[in-house]
């Protein structure tokens, strides 16, 4: 498991619920609703070699898929 | 061998536990992004929404066709992608066909069966909350 998927994993993430976020180095780069900017923003801000992005999935939504 | 990973946990707005069967991946593209996925053994192929796709990979030319999810009929186009999954002691690199969905809403990366659940044997064991991934043409 990398570094910044264990980050995302076990970090307090509920106040971004239903954002995505950007992970680089272990730490929160960017984050927003539009992954795009929030992706540009995080790349400027916290370059790094291989970044993560995820949905923070909403606590009051059920996924049916 | 096997990789193991664990489930991942939220709450619901009722305080009850979820676990969802996700596990990290790679997607080798211009630059290399690690997104989690969802596992889905519904699902006959991988999905993604296109703002994550417009991030993870060159989105194709050409028109959208007519595809069907549970939310209905939805705009698709399909390509392939390179993906990574593992560890440091284990990896595995695959392609995998993937519909990109014209659509507003957010959702993960899916990991369907077509592509990736003939690469993998996959024993989804929630009551141990682990997920195991055995290379197919490993098992002996």
């Known amino acids: 498991m990398s570094e910044n998927y264990e980050y995302f994993k076990s970090a307090d993430l509920s106040g971004y619920q239903g954002e995505w976020v950007v992970i680089c180095d272990r730490k929160l780069a960017s984050h927003g609703k539009d992954l795009k900017v929030a992706f540009e923003d995080a790349m400027k801000k916290h370059p790094c070699a291989i970044p993560f992005v995820a949905l923070v999935p909403k606590n009051d939504e059920t996924w049916i898929l | ?140």
């Open chain 2, 1 to 140: 061998m096997t990789l193991v990973y664990e489930f991942s946990k939220s709450r619901s707005i009722d305080g009850s536990l979820i676990l969802k069967p996700t596990i990290p991946l790679i997607v080798n593209s211009e630059i290399d992004i690690e997104t989690q996925a969802l596992i889905d053994s519904g699902a006959d192929i991988s999905a993604m929404p296109i703002a994550l796709a417009e991030r993870l990979c060159k989105i194709p030319d050409g028109a959208m066709s007519p595809g069907f999810g549970i939310g209905g009929p939805v705009e698709a186009i399909e390509t392939e992608l390179s993906v990574t999954i593992g560890n440091e002691s284990e990896r595995h690199s695959i392609k995998i066909p993937i519909k990109i969905l014209s659509t507003k809403s957010d959702f993960p990366f899916l990991l369907g069966r077509k592509g990736f659940f003939d690469e993998f044997v996959i024993c989804f064991n929630q009551p141990e909350d682990s997920i195991s991934l055995q290379k197919a043409s490993s098992q002996t």
